[in-house]
Nanobody, 124 residues
């Protein structure tokens, strides 16, 4: 398995930006699809974005398409989530996840390793 540590969360005003990072440990971490999910209080954990192992393919939830960008630097074993035009409804704990599959899955079950999460709060 891969160990994941998220960082970069915080408090931001609506319309602002944040960049989350996810540091992955393990020599094979670059072989994994990497995803971001989020969970608001009292709600289920939802898919946000995923990127394949090479970084050449991405998928986004409709709610963040055009505002968020997922990227990765395999030399640094790090995945990023650039979040722009943030809205109060983006407030949640954001989790990084790693999974091994040929398809670019978006389900929780497509990922086998999870980080502890980082809080993002967007004020109105």
């Amino acid at each position: 398995q891969v160990q994941l540590v998220e960082s970069g969360g915080g408090l931001v005003q609506a319309g602002g930006s944040l960049k989350l990072s996810c540091d992955a440990s393990g020599r094979t971490s670059s072989m994994y699809n990497m995803g971001w999910f989020r969970q608001a209080p009292g709600k289920e954990r939802d898919f946000v974005a995923v990127i394949n192992s090479s970084g050449g393919r991405t998928r986004y939830a409709d709610s963040v398409q055009g505002r968020f960008t997922i990227s990765r630097d395999n030399a640094k074993n790090t995945v990023y989530l650039q979040m722009n035009s943030l809205k109060p409804e983006d407030t949640a704990v954001y989790y990084c996840a790693a999974g091994r599959s040929n398809a670019l899955g978006t389900r929780i079950t497509d990922f086998s390793s999870w980080g502890q999460g980082t809080q993002v709060t967007v004020s109105s």
